[in-house]
């Protein structure tokens, strides 16, 4: 596998590991597997790419059609989960990858270390890191539909209805081709937590992704119901 740093001005340099971890193995046939870092946590800030084929070379212009793009952003209840999860990456690559589109498994920043909306905000920049170097792993940017699950899902929808998490990258909703959702773990999540008991563990969970006091916090921090405008598989 290689592991390449792939950020805006960054070197492409290849690597065995990223952080310390033990390079894995890829378990999906006929493909090739690559890593980037789209931000500046080479971690939790990083991506998963499930190419059909290998990436043309540095400097090589490919002849080949641009694929779809199959983002996926792993569940976790806002503070668990990783891009190689296995029992849930690998079914959707293998999928995908049969199919002739790339997949992407896309990290994020993790509660309690960060709230609401910044695990958005990582999916947003991993989403226009995609569209900006779609070229160099033969990918269509016009063609990129994003799937999440379960507190993923709940991403999944934020960047397809708030326009400011993709704005801030010179996007728009209206950019992605389609959106799935996977057993979503909230949508309106104020309204959610209202029907939860004071200190119930799924209360903790939401109140550690998006904070224990809905009326001190801003309007613009909390979560967005989805709106008919977006077209949500």
Not at 86 to 94: D, F, H, Q, R, T
Not at 110 to 128: R, T
Not at 164 to 177: I, N, S, T, Y
Request: charged fraction near 25%; aromatic fraction near 6%; hydrophobic fraction near 40%.
């Amino acid at each position: 596998k290689r592991v390449v740093d792939m950020r805006a001005g960054g070197s492409r340099a290849e690597r065995c590991t990223t952080s310390g971890s033990a390079p894995r193995t890829p378990t999906v046939e006929n493909h090739s597997e690559h890593e980037a870092v789209f931000a500046s946590d080479s971690l939790l800030q990083s991506l998963d790419l499930y190419l059909p084929m290998p990436m043309p070379a540095k400097g090589e212009a490919s002849t080949r059609e641009p694929r779809p793009v199959l983002v996926m952003i792993h569940g976790g209840a806002w503070k668990g989960g990783d891009k190689a999860n296995a029992g849930v990456i690998l079914p959707k690559a293998e999928w995908a990858v049969d199919l002739g589109w790339v997949f992407a498994s896309v990290n994020y920043r993790l509660s309690p270390a960060v709230q609401h909306p910044d695990h958005a905000m990582d999916v947003a920049a991993a989403i226009a890191w995609i569209r900006d170097h779609a070229s160099e792993f033969d990918a269509d940017p016009e063609r990129i539909v994003v799937m999440g699950h379960s507190a993923g899902a709940n991403l999944a929808a934020l960047v397809a209805t708030d326009r400011r998490l993709l704005g801030a990258h010179g996007m728009e909703p209206a950019d992605l081709a389609g959106v799935v959702l996977l057993d979503g773990a909230g949508y309106d999540v104020p309204w959610v937590v209202e029907q939860l008991p004071p200190g119930s563990v799924r209360t903790r969970m939401f109140e550690d992704a998006f904070g224990p006091r809905w009326e001190e916090i801003p309007s613009d921090r909390k979560s967005t119901r989805l709106n008919s405008s977006h077209t949500v598989i």
